[in-house]
Every structure is written in C-alpha cells, then in structure tokens.
C-alpha cells in the first residue's frame, strides 16, 4: 500500500532553516510528482511548491521563492524540504502528498504524510 | 491565481442528516475540483477529484457536483465519523496548487 513517511518535529529559532522529508513506499516513486502543503495552528491547508520525482522539475509558491528547496532522492523514494530564514509565522505542520496528475498543468493528492510538526521560536 | 470561497465556514448537523458545502472558483475551472476530509490532527483524505469522482473506498453517501464555478460537496446522511473539516481544492490552473479556506462540520 502507498505509504509516506515524513521525519520527526522540529524546534528552530527564528533565522534557521528546517529539512523534513518524506520517504514513499508502495509505488514506483519516479511516476507521481510530490506537493508539499502547510497548515498554521488553526489555520487552513497552504501549497508551498511541487517537485517531479521523475526529473526534479519544481514549482514553488511565490511568497515562498528564495526561501524553499525541494529536492528528492531516487535511490531511497525520499523527497525533501528545505525551508530557510525561519520566521514565527513559518510555525505549521508541514505536510508531503503524493501529486496524481489530472490535466496538463494540474494536479490532486491522492497520499498524504502524518505531517511534521515546525516550531519556530526563540 | 484562482481563488476559492468555501461557505459556510461551519456548520452544526445531527447524525442522519443531510449535508452541503459549497466552493465558488473565482473563475471558471472544468470541473477540475477535488474535495478533502480533515480530522483534527491528521492528515487530509481525498474524497472525490473531477468535482464528482469518487476515489476508491470512499463511501458513497459522499457526491459531489457542479459545473463552471460552483461546486458543491454533500453527505447524503451524516454518519459519526463525518465530523471534520472539508477542503476543496482546484487544479485547473497550476501553480499555484489553491484551496478554499475550510467548512467545518460540527455535532448539533
């Protein structure tokens, strides 16, 4: 069965970065793309960017450009997120999803990590 | 970027009863809509994609429907566990990747 297993929460300061990753299982790993999506407390569902796991193209959301890297190993079906310049705001549960292709520029997510706790605070 | 309003932003329902939860795109997109569950610290769960697919193993009190820019998500009887928070979610036009901004389905 699909399966995406994300790495453990995070305590960071204001000013550094964080790296969560999210280890597929259950499917061939280069045939879907992965989005990453984050929640605030209380708050509702955010894109933050999208990689191919198929060629490492990627998409990020505009507020967070510079900011974000995607990146994935194929060797062990593992995507990451590299977010940097932490600020209080960037405080969420950071979620991976598996990214089924509908259209020719759009997507759904089909597969969802248990998310990834990210405090930031000083 | 294609914006999506989600209304109401809650509700209050008993078991049994019949639920809907509407999405407006702010312009049109093909029934190109996905619906999601949330319970409260978890993960969302897909529901239907193509504004009125239903994904494998989903049950079928869950439908959807709509065309252009509305849309809407029902629950043909409310079971217990339906409590939660309801996301849509466009793919016509990506990136950006946009969601509507929750319904959350109270206990009356």
Excluded at chain 1, 46 to 52: A, P, R
Excluded at chain 1, 57 to 63: E, G, I, L, R
Excluded at chain 2, 27 to 56: D, V
């Amino acid at each position: 069965q699909v399966q995406l297993v994300q790495s453990g929460a995070e305590v960071k300061k204001p000013g550094a970065s964080v790296k969560v990753s999210c280890k597929a299982s259950g499917y061939t790993f280069t045939s879907y793309g992965i989005s990453w999506v984050r929640q605030a407390p209380g708050q509702g569902l955010e894109w933050m960017g999208w990689i191919s796991a198929y060629n490492g193209n990627t998409n990020y959301a505009q507020k967070l450009q510079g900011r974000v890297t995607m990146t994935t190993d194929t060797s062990t079906s593992t995507a990451y997120m590299e977010l940097r310049s932490l600020r209080s705001d960037d405080t969420a549960v950071y979620y991976c999803a598996r990214s089924r292709t509908a259209t020719s520029s759009g997507w759904y997510l089909d597969y969802w990590g248990q998310g990834t706790l990210v405090t930031v605070s000083s | 970027d294609i914006q999506m309003t989600q209304s109401p932003s809650s509700l209050s329902a008993s078991v049994g009863d019949r639920v809907t939860i509407t999405c407006r795109a702010s312009q049109g997109i093909s029934n190109s809509l996905a619906w999601y569950q949330q319970k409260p610290g978890k993960a969302p769960k897909l529901l239907l994609y193509a504004a009125s697919r239903l994904e494998s193993g989903v049950p079928s009190r869950f439908s959807g429907s709509g065309s252009g820019t509305d849309y809407t998500l029902t629950i043909s009887s409310l079971q217990p566990e339906d409590f939660a928070t309801y996301y849509c979610q466009q793919y016509y036009s990506t990136p950006p990747l946009t969601f509507g901004g929750g319904t959350k389905v109270e206990i009356k």
